[in-house]
């Protein structure tokens, strides 16, 4: 943000309704610079009741290919309203439960390397763009014959030849952590009391469903049926 008048427009793709929202000055000395305001502002909307280290955070931080990026990935769409019917993901998983984070993290990391691959921006996503009207843009736009299936393979393809970097550079299952206070109980707030247990278990599922060896390392057939085995 270079700067404001005092007033924000507010566009929702999804209901295609714009709306004049004015900033309070209090807030403007509070958060001085486009930075710091930028985030307020999109804080602000923010569900209270969404805890950062929710089941399906704590899992795609910890097996992100460049750490704990939130851009590699964005699994807290699909635990509060963003389903993907073309590529399995029918029914919401439980936001406070480690049931099903596996396959939600797994597709949305896929996802979410599609997303930066079209160079889109992200916020596409939360606001409307579906995955089959990204595969009718990109495909009228280059003359490709996508599905949404065969997109969120190209994905899987990225994730996988990242992984292998990984790898190379000794990486394996014991990096997939995050520090200890993360599997502390909250003091306070909507997620007091819980940690995202049962953590290994879940680790353990995500491997097997990308086809990786329960070290994090990727089976020679993942590679041959992704055609990466030159990568190895």
């Not at 480690?98 to 797994?106: D, I, N, R, S």
């Not at 990225?158 to 790898?167: D, P, Y």
């Not at 390392?217 to 049926?225: H, I, R, S, Y």
Request: charged share 20%.
């Amino acid at each position: 943000m270079q700067g404001n008048w005092g007033r924000i427009l507010d566009i929702d793709l999804t209901s295609s309704e714009i709306t004049d929202r004015r900033i309070d000055n209090t807030i403007q000395r509070l958060y001085a610079g486009g930075s710091a305001l930028g985030t307020r502002l999109l804080h602000d909307p923010v569900d209270p009741a969404t805890p950062a280290l929710s089941p399906g955070n704590v899992l795609y931080f910890a097996t992100g290919t460049c750490g704990a990026s939130h851009r590699k990935g964005f699994p807290h769409l699909g635990e509060q309203s963003m389903l993907l019917p073309e590529v399995g993901y029918t029914d919401m998983t439980d936001r406070d439960s480690m049931e099903g984070k596996a396959f939600l993290t797994k597709l949305f990391q896929d996802y979410a390397v599609v997303v930066d691959s079209l160079a889109i921006c992200a916020f596409m996503q939360n606001n409307g763009l579906t995955l089959p009207q990204t595969v009718e843009v990109l495909n009228a736009i280059t003359g490709a014959d996508y599905d949404p299936v065969s997109l969120i393979k190209v994905g899987e393809r990225a994730t996988n030849l990242q992984r292998v970097f990984n790898n190379r550079a000794g990486f394996t299952r014991a990096h997939d952590r995050l520090p200890v206070r993360m599997f502390e109980p909250a003091e306070q707030g909507p997620g007091k009391g819980r940690v995202p247990d049962p953590f290994d278990e879940a680790l353990s599922e995500y491997y097997r469903l990308r086809g990786w060896s329960q070290d994090g390392v990727p089976a020679d057939e993942t590679l041959a049926e992704l055609e990466l085995s030159l990568s190895v």
